[in-house]
Nanobody, 125 residues
Framework: VQLQASGGGLVQAGGSLRLSCAAS????????MGWFRQAPGKEREFIAG????????QYADSVKGRFTVFRDSVKSTLYLQMNSLKPEDTAVYYC???????????????????WGQGTQVTVSS
């Protein structure tokens, strides 16, 4: 599956952005989908994901209550609505997909099979 992320940009602290990830695969609904981010000098980290089986969502503690992940099966697109952004949210954001188990998908980024190209999010203070 090919993934195309978009929607990044520069925003002031407290602002909002919505990221999109368009998937090429027509079996979009058979993949767990999620978002990871990587800040300079830091390891890639899981942010939010949604399971294909029951659409249950998982979030990193750092974004709970501020970010929402959801998918549109008709458009084969994954979204990340980011509210109340903070300077520490600054990073390159990657969408990801895998059709295997959900727990390793959000626990270990090295396990993930498919990645989008990344989109930069910069939050100014």
């Amino acid at each position: 599956v090919q993934l195309q992320a978009s929607g990044g940009g520069l925003v002031q602290a407290g602002g909002s952005l919505r990221l999109s990830c368009a998937a090429s695969e027509r079996t979009f609904d058979s993949y767990h989908m999620g978002w990871f981010r990587q800040a300079p000098g830091k390891e890639r980290e899981f942010i939010a994901g949604i399971a294909w089986s029951d659409s249950s969502a998982q979030y990193a503690d750092s974004v709970k209550g501020r970010f929402t992940v959801f998918r549109d099966s008709v458009k084969s697109t994954l979204y990340l609505q980011m509210n109340s952004l903070k300077p520490e949210d600054t990073a390159v954001y990657y969408c990801a997909a895998d059709h295997r188990a959900f727990y390793p998908f959000y626990s270990d980024y090295t396990w993930v099979n498919y990645w989008g190209q990344g989109t930069q999010v910069t939050v100014s203070s």
